[in-house]
């Protein structure tokens, strides 16, 4: 992997109206880990949601992304400043941050040049937190329509980054003070349409569509209706997975 790569600009409204949201005890478990509330830097922002929970609690948010089309999503607050940037270069100061944040997104980065750039950036004992969530439980009977559906009709459209998602990070390099993780759930209240529209913003699916002409969502969905059941929503539960370390900074040459 040589540089981040931008899946996510063809359905950026999408993806702000239908991705998850992170659950409170993620970023109340992160509060008790950092070294102070100064700066925070949130990577890979896409829409800001993460920055916007970071900014209740610091004084200063920084939000970054590749996609100009999913920062025009993000909601504006004072203390939060968006900036068009790849994550492995930047132009912060040394030293800049009390805490690093990256959710759903650091399975495509350079790892090289974005810890380089940790390490650079961070504050002594800064924490760097990496998170993301797996595939989607509903029921028995929708959970097996939506692996298939994952796994052979859209399975060839995954990039191969996908595979540290479905290794819950596990074999994310990470070359860090390891904290121990935050694991934990979202769990979500979703109509069929929700669903749809989550199923749309998966890379994977945009790629199929490129490449054959199609929405396979269609199909899976008309399935799902069959074994869907008398009620209007279902929860819906994600399971969420991190890696978390304390930046202990080295020399800069």
Not at 60 to 65: G, L, Y
Not at 171 to 189: D, Y
Request: charged share 20%; aromatic share 14%.
């Amino acid at each position: 992997m040589t540089a981040s790569k931008d899946n996510f600009s063809r359905q950026a409204a999408l993806y702000k109206q239908f991705r998850p949201t992170y659950p409170a005890a993620l970023y109340q478990y992160l509060l008790t880990l950092v070294p102070a509330r100064g700066t925070a830097w949130d990577c890979g922002t896409g829409n800001g949601q993460v920055a916007v929970e970071l900014a209740r609690h610091f004084t200063h948010v920084i939000a970054s992304d590749i996609s100009q089309k999913q920062l025009q999503q993000a909601a504006l607050k004072e203390n939060i400043e968006y900036r068009l940037m790849p994550a492995e270069q930047t132009d912060f100061p040394v030293q800049t941050f009390d805490l690093i944040t990256v959710g759903q997104a650091a399975h495509w980065f350079d790892f090289d040049r974005f810890y380089a750039e940790v390490n650079r950036v961070a504050k002594p004992n800064a924490i760097l937190a990496l998170w993301g969530y797996g595939l989607l439980s509903i029921s028995p009977a929708i959970n097996d329509v939506i692996h298939r559906f994952y796994t052979q009709t859209i399975g060839p459209y995954w990039d191969p980054e996908r595979d540290y998602v479905d290794a819950a990070y596990a074999t994310l390099p990470f070359p860090f003070k390891e904290l121990a993780p935050f694991t934990g759930s979202i769990t979500q209240t979703w109509t069929l349409p929700d669903l749809e529209g989550y199923l749309n913003t998966w890379s994977s699916v945009q790629a199929y569509i490129q490449k054959r002409g199609e929405n396979p969502v269609t199909a899976c969905i008309t399935e799902i209706k069959t074994v869907w059941g008398e009620q209007e929503a279902l929860s819906v539960l994600f399971p969420v997975f991190s890696r978390i370390g304390r930046v202990v900074r080295k020399e800069l040459i």
